[in-house]
């Protein structure tokens, strides 16, 4: 087993080999007071470095070199654009493992899981390169023989990406990707959490041959400043956010005195179902990987797992066989499959979901408490809930952690009533083999993103996004484009 030796010389490697530093027009800077933050490894409260604590003079300077660098980006041909997302992808695959071992420090994410992301976050950028291709208009017939109606899409202008810590790099890739690729200017600010993989990714986007002030980067502690900043300032026409649905409603009333487009994120609270004509060891596979990568934190993965009576104790063992082969520890070591939660605050949410179950009745199959490792006190053992009620905290609230809660229906109706049952919809998940139960669960599901026989939906050609609280807008897929421009119309008299 690795030691904490060869702890430290990755993260003297990986980390040590960085400049964690602000990127404004095309400099790494300092802030302007010299203040910084520390980021932590979640896994061992380790201080892995420090980084620049930027404010309001650096948001001004950040929207001001995003404003400069807008019309020469927005009119470079788009081949031109979607050439340095290619170049910036092949970076990313090429330099993998190092965004990878960068990630799993500063999130905690099993390695293999963090080299998955690196894929996925390189993917949005090949897939939004080819958009970028195909930012088509339209000729309309005019009404008069004298006219000539067309309709043009351009970039919306400076756009923010405020990006979460739970995928530090593919929620950066699934903005920037349609932003630059639109022709948009950018200002990404990373999650307090996890702000190396950003910056490292900067780092690619300059050597790729980005100009200087097409993607400015600012590292926050204290997000207010510069969410105040954005939001005052005419110059920034978009904004886009992944996180809580709470800060989400703040960003929509923020957002009305300047008529910001905004595109939103949000929480979910997945429901998870498995009828009893599923194919059972697929559906168990499809509930591991939904309910616990990345320790349960993502908003799609599953948060209450329904299973019909028939099948109930069945589903429950077989689930629970697989969920005690998963290994809790720190992600940089090979057999590990749960990392630690991102903090202290994570980890109470968790212990209060499951003591407010088991007050009312629900039963512990599998963990329930916190996993004794040497490091920070976030580790958390995969922990199967059986006899759970819709109407449990852990059903009713997203607990993103790695707590599956199983509970009984008897029939469609009363499933899909209780699935829908939420201010969330964003994901759901249903597996059965009966294809007309396909369709007639799918369409009534007030979901956004649905996983039929799939536990793993997310691609970058799909359209990714949530209704209800979930959120506002789509990323991803042919759409994802459409949330950085603008539709003009030219009427033409000749
Ligand atoms: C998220 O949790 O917000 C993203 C998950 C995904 O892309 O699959």
Redesign the pocket.
């Known amino acids: 087993m690795q030691g904490v030796a060869d702890f430290d010389q990755i993260v003297a490697q990986t980390i040590g080999a960085g400049d964690w530093r602000l990127l404004i027009n095309g400099d790494w800077c300092e802030s302007a007071s010299g203040a910084t933050f520390p980021v932590e490894n979640p896994a061992t409260g380790q201080i892995l470095a420090h980084v620049p604590d930027a404010g309001t003079s650096e948001t001004t300077a950040a929207i001001e070199a995003a404003y400069a660098a807008l019309p020469a980006w927005s009119a470079m041909p788009a081949n031109g654009r979607a050439e340095i997302l290619r170049k910036v992808a092949a970076l990313m695959l090429e330099r993998r493992d190092y965004l990878a071992t960068l990630m799993t420090l500063e999130q905690g994410k099993p390695l293999s899981e963090a080299r998955g992301e690196i894929t996925?976050a390189a993917s949005f950028l090949t897939w939004f390169a080819g958009e970028a291709e195909r930012i088509y208009g339209q000729i309309v017939p005019a009404s008069v023989a004298n006219k000539r109606i067309l309709v043009l899409r351009q970039a919306v202008g400076v756009a923010v990406m405020i990006t979460?810590w739970?995928?530090p790099a593919?929620?950066l890739t699934?903005k920037l990707g349609p932003a630059l690729a639109a022709g948009c200017t950018a200002i990404c600010k990373p999650a307090e959490q996890t702000p190396l993989s950003a910056i490292a990714l900067g780092k690619l986007f300059m050597e790729a041959g980005l100009p200087d002030g097409v993607l400015n980067i600012l590292t926050c502690q204290d997000p207010v400043p510069f969410s105040e900043t954005i939001f005052a300032d005419d110059r920034v026409r978009k904004i886009s956010f992944?996180g809580s649905t709470e800060v989400g409603k703040l960003l929509i009333a923020k957002s009305a005195a300047g008529v910001k487009r905004l595109s939103l994120?949000l929480g979910g609270n997945a429901p998870f179902i498995v009828f009893e004509d599923a194919d059972l060891p697929a559906a168990v596979r499809g509930a591991v990987i939904s309910k616990f990568r990345?320790a349960g934190?993502?908003?799609?993965?599953a948060n209450r797992i329904f299973v019909q009576r028939a099948i109930y104790e069945q589903f429950a063992d077989l689930f629970t066989q697989e969920v005690r082969q998963l290994n809790v520890g720190n992600g940089l070591l090979p057999h590990v499959h749960v990392g630690p939660l991102i903090d202290l605050p994570a980890r109470q949410k968790v212990e209060r979901h499951i003591s407010d179950a088991l007050a009312q009745g629900a039963q512990i199959r599998l963990g329930g408490s916190a996993a004794e490792l040497v490091g920070t006190s976030t580790f958390w053992q995969p922990t199967v809930l059986s006899s759970a009620k819709a109407d449990m905290l852990v059903a009713r609230e997203e607990t993103f952690g790695p707590v599956a809660p199983l509970i009984a229906f008897d029939d469609e109706d009363e499933v899909l009533h209780a699935a829908n049952a939420t201010q969330y919809g964003l994901a759901a998940y249903f597996f059965t083999r009966d294809l007309s139960r396909v369709f007639r669960v799918a369409e009534r599901l007030e979901y956004g993103i649905i996983g039929v026989n799939d536990g793993?939906p997310?691609v970058a050609q799909a359209p990714?996004g949530g209704v209800k609280q979930s959120g506002l807008g789509r990323e991803g897929g042919s759409v994802g484009i459409d949330e950085y421009l603008e539709i003009k119309y030219l009427s033409l008299g000749i």
Not at 297 to 301: K, M, P, R
């Open positions: 996925y979460p739970n995928f593919a929620m699934r992944t994120e990345n934190q993502t908003c799609v993965c793993l997310s990714f």
